[in-house]
């Protein structure tokens, strides 16, 4: 019920949301008003800045990973997500129905899975990331097929089943004995804390299998990579091919941001989201290495799960407002080499609010066909503005806001002017090379003047003599 | 003969991993057992979390601290109305020492009538146990009976669980047996998680407080509990296998299954763990494990035996039956006295001593490790056409070579050496045996794997024209190293060997499409205004205007010589709006030029035109009857 109620309150609530979903809601929300509508209505003016709505469906291998991990659910949990736990290979799974999508993240916790249950295959996985969902997946040592091609699907190719990632010179002493639980070094993260949190020197642990980025997809981060000694492959076999990743090459965690800003997280391991990895110590097997008593993986953990989630690193447009200074509306065009002030309103979706957003390299472009003015747009109060003059080329252009930067959804405002040439009355109207021909103009009317009063008035003397 | 014995041992071993290969998974660490203490020894705040906590910690074990402050606490809230009051308290007393709750008359029928069957399984439950920690009398047999009762109305795991607690507390005479038969009804409802979990539907906590009761009541009857082995080590893992508890609840529940999993008198599962990682090396020859029960309470009393060892590479048996040694607390083997080579070992071993022991059959990898050394390391560049004769260098671990070597496209980079193992002297191939390229200016590394001949010689050659893909043809100064590991290995080595200097053929300009550049800014840009043309000089054009202005001023002064006059101007309105109008119509003209466009000056120059017309024919009209009138 209380999931239930957030949910539709956020829909009358807020005005930025799809269509499809909002008629969902407003069914459930006449059910709702059949009951109790002032009991709704009451829940729904004390739920005001619960925010985080999402319904999420959590697959795993079994339910007792509901309880091996159950810090990284609740921690969720308690941040307004309404979990669905099934297994992977329930035969009801379902992510649409009518054409609708069900949920808005997916969590897969289940590694091995080969073929998904219900009408889930990875193809109804990649249209949902189409669609905008997010989507984060834990991989492990006993991957499937599934998994390995939703991650190339996403641009991350995953090594093969029962290999892992090796590093002999960063195991954890705890290592049972393959040298793959793998203390991995805070200074290998993404330089990015809306992804990966405040940074810390807390090493994270790490127990499962490897990635390579496809070097072809631009928009794969490398969230966390191994250290230059660390490689992938099988822990019990002789090396006798080139390894799938080596080095740095080799990715622990990686994210991807789709163009439709859908996030993606693919995390090599399991265990690393486990209550055991989020309370264990940590310390290096290198004999005078520091000991650490806890693990970053809780703050890692939960500081994906805040930005595939989208609980971080979100970004709107509010208000555009454009004219030319000393004027308070924009002309129905602008003339070239009018000098414009230009200011937009930017927010980031912090703790459930909405708060200007704090970036030092918005920039402004203003563009027809090609960009003629790129200029830095500077903060002022809750908004960005800047003044510059027009460039002296008439034609229809944009200012165009396109920030897109690491961590962050892609921000986009275009508002389009028309720019036009001087009118004929604003061009300069004494060019000194002309004088002559002013000169000649104005002593012809001059004479015709002139002439005009003595051809009229002269007396003849002739005649009067 | 001897091979045959040999082999059968050897199967005899492999059926026997077949048939235990089930192990506990999870159990409660000496951490988690601390971390379950501390959450159950939080400040209770009512009753109910007094009793979780106090029974909590005398099941672990514990101290419980302050026993006198626990028992005004519980004699200050008791209700003697409630039977839940009553249960919280009597039970939570029972666990310190030297508190007695009294209890009226009036409480004793209360709980008396609670055993009935129009009672909830749950009342009926707190009710018995109640009754039972005071020490009053209670008719089992009805109790029985209304047991029974509710067991057909409520048929669910939580209430079934609570009718096997309830009917632990009844006296052994009463007749238990329907209840005890509930056991195997509600194993049968436990869900198998691929093979390795079995739990309940409805939890963990039913699945834990199942157990208890399950053991509770058959030691109560003194009956063997109807679980299989592998069910039992099925529970553990999955009662064990949450680190993090929610509720004080859950946190009991646990407990009270933890403290009945180790002290019942059917199953004490084992669990057999190396302290540390099961390794053994030269310098640490011994193998020590920890055989613990699942609270990881050493079991003194047991025998350990490795039933058989082999080694996993070869699959040839090590040796079989041998005991290990008990001392202070930790079970120890020499293992290295067998002069194992390095690698992995799978032991099989039993844990013996007691007959409730359960999965005491144990599957281990042991590993055998060593440490390497890096001998006779030779560098040195080959020319392709080998017209001139190669000089190597040779450099010792762990110093980085004095000389820089140069390879350009027709040259080859090589370097051989030799993997020995430092305490056997016999060469390896290990694991990881890679040479890393690292160009210290741009950050990019390549990576080559070594790979060992026949004779365990590894070989490395870098042939600069047809790797320069690899490097993207960029040259620069590159630093070497070898990079040599294995989970066999204590010492891995990472070791700058010498710095190269690669040069490739012909340099390609760098990718343009870097992909990370997709989240910077882009580069500022200004609009370049376009340049005023240039003029020409002022001077000329004012001469010109001088020269043009020259007729006006001629017609003038040609005007003077001539005599012109306007002698004939009269001063009538008509004249002088004709003049004002006319002049009017040239300003127009000029302000048409600076200021409006053409529709407005039509405007005006209509009005102007209108005047003037006006005026004008008015004046030619009386000029003309002047002219008439001087004729």
Redesign the interface.
Known sequence: MAPLTADVHHRSGSSSLSKKRSEMASQRRFRLLDNNVIFFLSLSAMLHCAVADGRTLVLLDNLNIKDTHSIFFRSLADRGFDLTFKTADDPSLSLIKYGQFLYEHLVIFSPSVEDFGGNINVETITSFIDGGGNVLVAASSDIGDALRELGSECGVEVDEEKTAVIDHHNFDVSDPGEHTLIVADPANLLKAPTIVGNPTDKPVLFKGVGMVADPENPLVLDILTGSSTAYTYFPDRPISQYPHAVGKNTLLIAGLQARNNARVVFSGSLDFFSDAFFNSAVQKATPGSQRFEQTGNMELAEALSRWVFKEAGVLRVGAVTHHPVGELSPPAAYTITDLVVYSIVIEQLTEGRWVPFDGEDIQLEFVRIDPFVRTYLKKNGGEYSVQFTLPDVYGVFQFKVDYNRLGYTHLYSSTQVSVRPLQHTQYERFIPSAYPYYASCFSMMAGLFVFSIVFLHMKDKEKSD | MDRSRLFGAFLFSLCLAGAQALSPAHHLSL?DVD?LQNLLSQPFTDLESAYYSVVGLSKLGANIPDHDGVCQFIKSQLDPTSVDSVFFAAEASQAISGCEIPVSNETRDILLAAVSEDSTMTQINRAVSALASLGLPLASQEAVGALTARINKEDNVMAITSALQTAARLSQEAELGGILEEIEDLTARL?D??G??L?F?EG?EATAMFVTAAYSLSDHVDMEPPLKEDQVIQLV??IF????W?SLSEAFSVASAAAALCTNRFHVPVVVSAQ????VSHSQPTLQLLVTDVMSQPLDYSKVLVESAYS?ASKSIIFTQAPFTLNDGVFELNFMSTQPASG?YQFTIAVTGDSRLVANHVEL?V?VSTEVAVTTMDLSVVDKDQSIGTKTSRVDYPSKSKTIFTADGHQNFAMTFQLVDVNTGVEL?P??T?V?L?NQKTGQ?V?F?AEPDAKSLYKFELDTAERKSEFASISGTYSL?L?V???T?EN?I?WNVADVVLKFMDEEAPAT?Q??T??V???????L??EPEK??A?V???A??A???S??LL??IL?LKL????????CSPS?VLF?VG??AM?GL??VY?????MFQTLKYLAIIGGVTFLAGNR?LAQ?AVKRIEKK
Not at chain 2, 521 to 527: N, R
Not at chain 2, 563 to 570: I, K, P
Not at chain 2, 593 to 597: E, K, P, Q, V
Request: proline residues 7%.
């Open positions: 951490a971390r869900d998680l691929g390795i979990y739990q539907e963990l893992n999955s296998s949450k680190k993090s929610d540390g990682p099961a390794t996993v992995y990898k590993k191939t694991h990881q890679f890393r690292h590394e990576v794997v190293c990079i590991g294995d989970a290995l891995p990472l499409i992909p990370k997709l989240y800014p882009k580069p500022e840009i200004q609009h205004f376009r003029k020409p002022t000329v054009s004012n010109f205007t020269l043009i202005l007729p006006l017609l003038l005007w005599g012109a006059n306007v002698s004939n101007f009269s004249t003049h006319h002049a040239l003209m000029y030029w600076t200021h409006l466009n004046m000029k």
